[in-house]
């Protein structure tokens, strides 16, 4: 929460990165980096900025009703959106140049229409609210409202390389206030507004940043020193260095994925987190899948999904984001679980997991998998709730492979 206005050089940062991102569709990340790249910002001010973006990006639909402000126009009219979200979190007005007015009456009628109106107060464009209630039920409404809330910024700390407690100590060192988490063995909550990946522990790979409920998802898996272990749709390797950790890097960690880029990323995380026993491997057609058959004790198929778990942190993507793509991305899943889970071997486990709430792409596709596959016996699965838990959602499911 802020307690004091954006500056007017920070309050032109924020219209420049929506722009970026509504009106060229930059992923916000990216955005970020284009803005802040050769800028010397202190780390309060960065994290003010990011903080207001994600802010007006969770609640977009709501801020640009009040504005009376098009998204695709903000290069425009984004000086009265940002004076309208200070008028709404009651901030004196940023000390713009060439800033567009809010009149105060047509505020006021607009506050009390859009208070009637839950999802558009929620943030929540319609078709999402449409598949949230179809797909959740009664459960919908306080995901939505937990969606909305500024993401928390976790820590997990790397064991190869030290344990929570000397983690938190060597932080510290570097101004960086951590809290343990709660139920997350190894995580630790960021406190300070401090800019992590400049920290001389980050450099020396003692943590990496991944927010809690990712860390609960690696945690599932439970590989074992010594085990063959397949992480399929790896990406940047969020949960394969976690994985690695478990193993004490000892056996043999396969990290799999379609994009050659995110493995090179991954590789480069993995020497930084000495995670030795990570070998990585592009999927370059069925074969590379078939030649593994029946070798896994465990593979985790975290796969491409719709990210509806993780809007509080990529609160971008429920702009760019259409229905259309859901189908696709179930029946991809499908495809994923369907040829890959021939990689586990009589007795492993396979990991399904997804950072989705929507039920068609967990439960769901689970229950159909089991349905058509005999070779599988199911364990157990748990939907990690943003509303309970406040961290970003996400599904597992564990499944035993009981035959060939
Ligand atoms: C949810 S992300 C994985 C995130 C990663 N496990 C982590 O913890 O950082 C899904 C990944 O699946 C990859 N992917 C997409 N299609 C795939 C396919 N057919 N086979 C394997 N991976 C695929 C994407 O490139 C993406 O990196």
Known sequence: MLTSSLSASSTELVINILALVLEEGKPLDRAYSH????????????AK????????????????????VKTDEIERTGSRLLNVWHRFNDLPLPNLQYALKVDETEYLIRLE???????????????????????????????????LQAPKRYLRCNTLKNSPDELQAVLLKESVETVP?????????VLSNSALFKTEAFKAGRFEQQDAGSQQIASVVDAKPGMRVIDAC????????????Q????????????????????KQRARRAGAHNVETRIIASSKTIKRLKLSADRVLLDV??????????NPDSKWRDTPERFP?????????????????????????????????????????????NEHFEFIEDELISPADTGFDGFYYAKLKRISE
Request: aromatic content about 6%.
């Open 234 to 245: 790896a990406g940047a390797g969020g949960k394969t260095l976690s994985i690695a950790a």
């Open 247 to 266: 193993m004490e890097g000892k056996g043999r960690l396969l990290a799999m994925d379609v994009e050659q880029w995110k493995l090179d990323n991954l």
């Open 304 to 313: 491409p999904c719709s990210g509806l778990g993780v809007l509080k942190r």
């Open 181 to 189: 988490v709660d139920g997350v063995e190894g995580a630790l909550e």
């Open 328 to 372: 696709v991305l179930v029946d991809l899943q499908k495809q994923i679980l369907q040829s890959y889970s021939r990689m586990v071997k009589v007795g492993g486990i396979l990991v399904y997991a997804t950072c989705s709430i929507m039920t068609e792409e967990n439960r769901a596709q689970v229950d159909q998998f089991l349905a058509d």
């Open 49 to 68: 900025i990011t903080w207001v973006t994600g802010d007006l990006l969770r609640r977009l639909n709501l801020y640009c009703y009040l504005a009376d």
């Open 113 to 147: 229409k859009a208070k009637g109106d839950e999802a558009l107060w929620d943030g929540c464009p319609e078709w999402l609210d449409e598949m949230g209630s179809q797909q959740l039920g009664e459960a919908w409404p306080r995901e939505r409202k937990a969606l």
């Open 35 to 46: 803005n802040f790249s050769g800028l010397k910002l202190a780390a309060e001010e960065q």
